[in-house]
C-alpha cells in the first residue's frame, strides 16, 4: 500500500499566485485532512473531511479551501497565496473512530509539502 | 476548545539515559485520547505511544512509556535508554473520544513540539 500521498513536496510561489496541494490514500479512510505546521506552533488543523462530499472548517481555515469528491483525494487549493501561507503541510487520514482507538484508527501522515510565498 | 501545551521547547540526554517529556492539556471532556508522535528530520510523522483516557493503566511500547495523569491533566513520555535514533521533534495531540453530534470529531489538537537531542 503507497499510504497517503502528498504532491508536491516542495513548492515556491509567487504572492497572489494559486495552486493546488495533492492528497491521495489507497486505505479507503473515511476520515481526511490538512494540517499546516510552523516552527512553536505546532500542527494546526486547517480542514478536514468525514466523507466523500462531507467537508468542515478546522482552527485556521481562511485562504484554504477543500472539496472530497471521491473517498480517496482530499486537495488544498490555496486561491492567491500570502507570504503567511508559508508551511510545511501535512495531509492525514485515518478510519471512522471506533469505540476504542486502535492502529486501525490512528492517523497516517503524508510526507509533507513544503511551500515558500515570496 | 482543547488545549495542548508542550512548556520544554528543547530537551537533551545522553544516549543510554533516561528523558522525560512534558505535555498538559485542558479539556472538559472526561473520555478521550492522547497521543505521541516523533516527527524525525526526514518530516515524517510517526506514532509513538497512545492512551486511551478511560484506562487507567499507563500505555508502553518497548523503551516508551507514558505517565498519564488524568486529575492533573498531564501525559508525559519517557524514553528509556535512549539512542541517537531518538533524536527528533516530538509531539504530543490530544483527541476527543467519538460521541453522537460531537463538533470536535476527530480532531486532532497538537501541542507545540520538544526538539531531543541525544547526545553520543
Given amino acids: ?118 | 476548545a482543547q488545549t495542548v501545551t508542550q512548556s520544554q521547547p528543547e530537551m537533551s540526554v545522553q544516549e543510554a539515559e533516561t528523558v522525560t517529556l512534558s505535555c498538559t492539556y485542558d479539556t472538559s471532556e472526561s473520555d478521550y485520547y492522547l497521543f505521541w508522535y516523533k516527527q524525525p528530520p526526514s518530516r515524517q510523522m510517526i506514532l509513538v505511544i497512545r492512551q486511551e483516557a478511560y484506562k487507567q493503566q499507563n500505555a508502553t511500547e518497548n523503551r516508551f512509556s507514558v505517565n498519564f495523569q488524568k486529575a492533573a491533566k498531564s501525559f508525559s513520555l519517557k524514553i528509556s535508554d535512549s539512542q541517537l535514533g531518538d533524536a527528533a521533534m516530538y509531539f504530543c495531540a490530544y483527541r476527543s473520544a467519538p460521541h453522537a453530534g460531537g463538533t470536535s470529531y476527530g480532531k486532532l489538537t497538537f501541542g507545540q513540539g520538544t526538539i531531543l537531542t541525544v547526545h553520543p
Fill in chain 1, 1 to 118: 500500500n503507497a499510504g497517503v500521498t502528498q504532491t508536491p513536496k516542495f513548492q515556491v510561489l509567487k504572492t497572489g499566485q494559486s495552486m493546488t496541494l495533492q492528497c491521495a490514500q489507497d486505505m479507503n479512510h473515511e476520515y481526511m485532512s490538512w494540517y499546516r505546521q510552523d516552527p512553536g506552533m505546532g500542527l494546526r488543523l486547517i480542514h478536514y473531511s468525514v466523507g466523500a462530499g462531507i467537508t468542515d472548517q478546522g482552527e485556521v481555515p481562511n485562504g484554504y479551501n477543500v472539496s472530497r469528491s471521491t473517498t480517496e483525494d482530499f486537495p488544498l487549493r490555496l486561491l492567491s497565496a500570502a507570504p503567511s501561507q508559508t508551511s510545511v503541510y501535512f495531509c492525514a487520514s485515518r478510519r471512522k473512530s471506533g469505540q476504542t482507538v486502535s492502529g486501525a484508527n490512528v492517523l497516517t501522515f503524508g510526507a509533507g509539502s513544503r511551500l515558500t510565498v515570496l
